[in-house]
């Protein structure tokens, strides 16, 4: 049973880093350095703003499973109480790349000017990280690791695919839309999943009750 669950996690974590990583690899191989160079430069900078929220995750897993012994409903509800700071800090984080964007050349030197208009393409990938992670950790400790790792090896599969597809033809700007559209459709995926099992949860209360 560890051994099945284990391999759940592993595809999870492999998924999840492919496809943070995929596009600065393809992106070298399939447009110019030069390219992969700002779009590296300009990640960086998400890197950076990512933190805070993979400390507050990190720090809050535990909890997840704590609470996932009374099922999703229960970790749902500790999910809730953090959307407070997740949508507090996606304000935040989205307004202070828009702000110093500009000043990337002065940091970078003069070559990097180019990185300005990537690190604000980038901007709301630390903004659906967080939202991802939240229903990500929802559905791991309630014991739905399993429809956790099946939906991030899909997003996964889908940013390769449309790199393939948009890094030759629009460059970083194809990358960038390609890791956009995978976070998204990852987040989303992964919150329709907890409201289905949240409501299944539910049903199941109220039917338990009436017999």
């Known amino acids: 049973g560890d051994l099945n669950q284990g391999i759940y996690f592993c595809i999870s974590a492999s998924a999840y880093n492919i496809n943070a990583d995929v596009d600065k690899t393809m992106l070298s191989s399939l447009s110019t350095l030069q390219a992969a160079g700002i779009y590296g430069a300009a990640y960086r900078f998400i890197d950076v703003g990512s933190a805070p929220i993979?400390?507050?995750?990190?720090?809050?897993?535990?909890?997840?499973?704590?609470q996932g012994a009374s099922g999703i409903n229960a970790t749902f509800k500790f999910a809730k109480s953090l959307l407070p700071f997740a949508i507090a800090y996606s304000i935040l984080i989205?307004?202070?790349?828009?702000?110093?964007a500009p000043f990337v050349p002065k940091i970078l030197g003069q070559e990097y000017v180019d990185a300005v208009d990537t690190l604000?393409?980038?901007?709301?990938?630390?903004?659906?990280?967080?939202?991802?992670?939240?229903?990500a950790d929802t559905l791991t400790g309630a014991g739905f690791q399993k429809v956790r790792s099946f939906i991030q090896?899909?997003?996964?599969?889908?940013?390769i695919t449309l790199n393939f597809w948009l890094i030759p033809l629009y460059s970083w700007k194809g990358a960038a839309?390609?890791?956009?559209?995978?976070?998204?459709?990852?987040?989303?995926?992964?919150?329709?999943?907890?409201?289905?099992?949240?409501?299944?949860?539910?049903?199941?209360?109220?039917?338990?009750?009436?017999?």
């Not at 090896?153 to 940013?159: E, K, P, Q, T």
């Open 54 to 66: 993979y400390a507050l995750m990190g720090a809050a897993y535990a909890r997840f499973f704590q």
């Open 94 to 100: 989205l307004l202070s790349y828009q702000i110093f």
């Open 120 to 135: 604000r393409w980038l901007a709301p990938i630390p903004c659906i990280a967080i939202f991802q992670l939240l229903a």
């Open 153 to 159: 090896a899909g997003a996964a599969i889908l940013n």
């Open 177 to 211: 839309f390609s890791t956009l559209i995978s976070d998204t459709l990852r987040a989303i995926c992964l919150w329709l999943w907890v409201f289905v099992l949240v409501r299944r949860q539910s049903n199941n209360k109220i039917i338990n009750t009436q017999d």
